[in-house]
């Protein structure tokens, strides 16, 4: 079993800048994909973000690629979401999530294929 907590999550002025954390006990996730999600209310949980430690590889949804920054702290078993440039658009909860599946060399954007997940951190931006 893995256990995930987020955090960092708050209410900042439309262009500033938050950092999500999502810590992980019980498994090392060094070998795992991690990904970042977000669900507005009243909308489905879409990708944003994800890495795959065993390719080297990161992706991006196409919203927020050049804002939002994926990385990983291997011996703090933690992963961040560096978030630049917010804006309203970007109001809702975020959540990570780990892919138990380790024969994929890239990052699956589909929700229902991460098999962990915590309960999610808020962040509100004000236009």
């Known amino acids: 079993q893995v256990r995930l907590v987020e955090s960092g999550g708050g209410l900042v002025q439309t262009g500033g800048s938050l950092r999500l954390s999502c810590a992980a006990s019980g498994r090392d996730i060094s070998s795992y994909t991690m990904a970042w999600f977000r669900q507005a209310p009243g909308k489905e949980r879409t990708f944003l973000a994800g890495v795959n430690p065993r390719s080297h590889s990161e992706y991006y949804a196409d919203s927020v690629k050049g804002r939002f920054t994926i990385a990983t702290d291997n011996a703090k078993n933690t992963v961040y979401l560096q978030m630049n440039g917010l804006k309203p658009e970007d109001t809702a909860l975020y959540f990570c999530?780990?892919?138990?599946?380790?024969?994929?060399?890239?990052?699956?954007?589909?929700?229902?294929?991460?098999?962990?997940w915590g309960q999610g951190t808020q962040v509100t931006v004000s236009s």
């Open positions: 999530a780990v892919d138990e599946n380790r024969a994929s060399s890239g990052v699956r954007s589909t929700a229902r294929l991460y098999e962990y």
